[in-house]
């Protein structure tokens, strides 16, 4: 008997970014409520800018293991920053190469938003940014999502969020992933 | 006596695309009305992805050459397509390299923002989607864009756009843009 | 047996409205979908616009009334024009006046969206404005909508679509969202 | 020799809301800064919710009121809430009412946004959504915004913002607004 699959992705690239502890705060209680995780690394994969006339050769091998991850995921956990008020660039190139045909993955995947950032909104208008794209693309988009202000604070040295209340929200928010997937587990 | 110095960028990359299409009209329009016109090139640039790991040992070549494009316009002339419902990952990246400080380049730019689809939407999810970032960067937008819709049908041989009106409706914006540059140069 | 009860609403008021002859086309197509279909009116219910002072009196009878109609409907079909680029003040005023406390009704509620507008957006831009307020409210809404252009030349005489393609849009949504409910009968 | 010209409008209808607070500050400081000051207060106006039939009669007195004191505005100072994560209706409702042709008011005036809410976002969010439709209609919507959140603890006893950096900012964007209307009296 398997847990439910999700894949985890990090907006930001750098190492040591605030929504990769985020991100990593969430595998690990996505972990304790059984669920299979598996993270796809923005970094590591190192994706090339879209670009049709690289398309028309194929799939970089980046691009086709991202989707692949995708494709045997029933659900995403995304923690991102907010860059200039919207979805950072690299993120939303990501989910571009994924959108492309043939065999889309997204379509049919529930996902749960969450974000850190310096200022005091907390990437909220990342998240609003970022639902229209991944809905179109058949999403389903849990209603809800977390923000994180004041980042550089928001953290301690195990890299645990310091105030309960946030911690309980992402730990709420990855429960209801999990049990959103497994009432609907083939999508909506 | 020279005249207003403008930066054309085509949201997509690859070498065939109607927004590469689109602009060189917008071009070669505003080259007519006395601007001078710079191209930014995405695919010639070839940013990569914003990593802050990257950023810390210095801008790439690629990016300084970008934002010192920006630097020397007093205005932008965007035109992009649509990816799911939003900005093309890859323009929104050259965005965000570009709005880190220091003498973050994009302030008291004006822009015009035009694009064209296969679609019947033409780009305006895309344009409403662009505007909220490109006003936090302190880009005066003005509030008129032009879609070019059905984009497969839309330019002739010649990469003209058929339809008269779309075609005034380009021209119109450009003279706009030159108008607004001239009545306030230093920005707003 | 029953059907999928349906809630009907018309985002504009007068009674010649092109939303009102596009609700309609989707009412029918429900009923012979054996749906339940019931019709807001907001003409008709006349809501005041939303004020605290109202309400600390109670919610007027028109409020309670379209409240009881929500609360008694498993899902909403709302034909509405796009004003200035958004929801029109009226219905999104009817909508704030039923996110109320207590037992705010539309939680859990199934929706579809269509619009038609006299320009070439066909209220595109209105639905994407929608779809935030309604998540927020715990409705789900379908990820497709649909959008009539140029209104005034859409309909024939006896208040049909003349585009077949259109018409079978607005069928496909209809039956979609039956189903949907019919999968989902306690909502999300 | 006059001041600037503003129009102060609150967005929430009730006598004792968070956002005719805040509204009144951003009064009492554009007077001081010698700005001339009209209210408009949409409970005293009681207009109805928009209606092309009733348009058909002519526009209501309360509508003539409300357009006419906006055309007599160089600019406006909107302090308004968040209802279900956008612009309350009855605000969007009066937006509306003022679009109509003819001698649509609104084109050319200048805006700033201010807003209180009970929650930690402080209404970003329906700032974000109401800066489209302030652009559509030809208002110049200065890029920044003071979002003040949990209002009940906001304002002291005499009705004044207890956070000094709030109060700072409410003030930096009152003269913001002069300045950029002293700057181009005639719009943009």
Request: proline share 6%; with cysteine.
């Amino acid at each position: 008997m398997s847990g439910v699959r999700v894949l985890a992705i990090a907006g930001s690239l750098r190492k040591g970014s605030f929504n990769r502890k985020l991100l990593a705060i969430a595998v690990k209680l996505l972990t304790e409520q059984k669920a299979e995780v598996e993270v796809a690394d923005l970094q590591a994969l190192a994706m090339p800018v879209y670009d049709g006339d690289i398309e028309e050769g194929g799939f970089p091998d980046s691009v086709n293991k991202f989707r692949a991850q995708i494709a045997a995921a029933q659900a995403l956990c995304i923690a991102t920053p907010e860059y200039n008020h919207s979805v950072p660039g690299g993120l939303k190139n990501a989910i571009d190469w994924a959108s492309r045909p043939p065999d889309q993955p997204l379509k049919g995947r529930a996902a749960i938003l969450m974000g850190a950032s310096t200022g005091h909104f907390g990437t909220v208008r990342c998240q609003l940014a970022l639902r229209p794209t991944l809905g179109a693309l058949g999403v389903f988009v849990l209603p809800t999502g977390v923000t994180v202000p004041y980042a550089e604070e928001a953290f301690d040295e195990s890299g645990q969020l310091k105030d309960p209340k946030l911690l309980r929200q992402v730990s709420r928010l990855t429960e209801q992933l999990i049990s959103f997937v497994k009432s609907y587990p083939q999508g909506l």
